[in-house]
């Protein structure tokens, strides 16, 4: 069942899914678990911790209690402040002693550094890590408000929902090939100038970098016009010159 509600549910919400989703693997499985700064809480942290087999890598929010095990009990923000990279073993968060390591990082161009909590030795390889959660992010925004509107469809249903997933996941690979087939094929004006240039900082990367879309929306455009206009779609799959003859 489908429920709407706020981002951070809260730890009960949190387990009832945690657990549902632990039943499902395989025994000694290795698993990579990223959240972002909404959700960490001492019984999410304790829960993990007694996960074997789980990788933890939880972005924090600037304005929790930290003791970095010298100087003086702060705040994991003012831990961050004026660094762009900065790795902490041994540090316990919270008011209640929870252990952990923390990674700090800061990019250029990034108005808040990255603090990430996690239970492996922090370097840049384990920083990077909760980067991979962003493949995940543009799927959601894909399926809901940027392009499919599954909240519009009010499915309560299990069974209907995982016929209608099945369905959107095959719609999504359809749009995103469409759409690296367009940027491939028929370039933008500024995309064509792009290919020319070999300053990184000119202005057409600037200006393209604003306007750019993903290809999943780039090819569900294609479609919509194709659509309005009457023309024949193009196919599911590519065909193969050998499947020609």
């Known amino acids: 069942m489908v429920e709407a509600g706020p981002a951070n549910l809260g ?27 909404f959700y960490p809480s001492v019984d999410l942290f304790r829960w993990l911790e007694a996960q074997p087999g789980w990788h933890d890598r939880l972005r924090l929010k600037g304005n929790l209690t930290v003791d970095p095990g010298f100087g003086d009990i702060t705040t994991t923000g003012a831990l961050a402040a004026g ?29 808040e550094p990255w603090i990430i909590a996690m239970n492996d030795r922090p370097n840049r390889a384990t920083v990077r890590d909760y980067a991979s959660r962003w493949g995940i992010e543009p799927m959601f925004s894909d399926f809901k408000s940027r392009g499919f509107q599954l909240e519009d469809t009010q499915l309560q249903a299990a069974d209907r929902l995982d016929r209608w997933l099945l369905i959107m996941a095959l719609a999504m690979h359809w749009c995103v090939r469409i759409g690296q087939e367009d940027a491939r094929d028929h370039p933008t004006p500024l995309e064509k100038k792009t290919q020319t240039q070999t300053d990184p900082e000119h202005w057409t990367f600037r200006k393209l970098a604003r306007s750019a879309v993903s290809w999943f929306t780039r090819g569900l455009r294609v479609l919509e016009r194709r659509l309005q206009m009457e023309l024949p779609l193009p196919p599911f799959y590519p065909i193969c010159p050998v499947m020609r003859n």
């Open 11 to 37: 730890f009960a919400a949190q387990h009832t899914l945690l657990e549902r989703v632990r039943a499902w693997l395989p025994a000694g499985v290795e698993v990579l678990f990223c959240a972002d700064r």
């Open 83 to 111: 660094q762009t990279e900065r790795y902490l073993l041994n540090v316990w968060l919270f008011n209640q002693g929870v252990p952990t390591n923390l990674a700090i990082g800061q990019e250029a161009g990034h108005p």
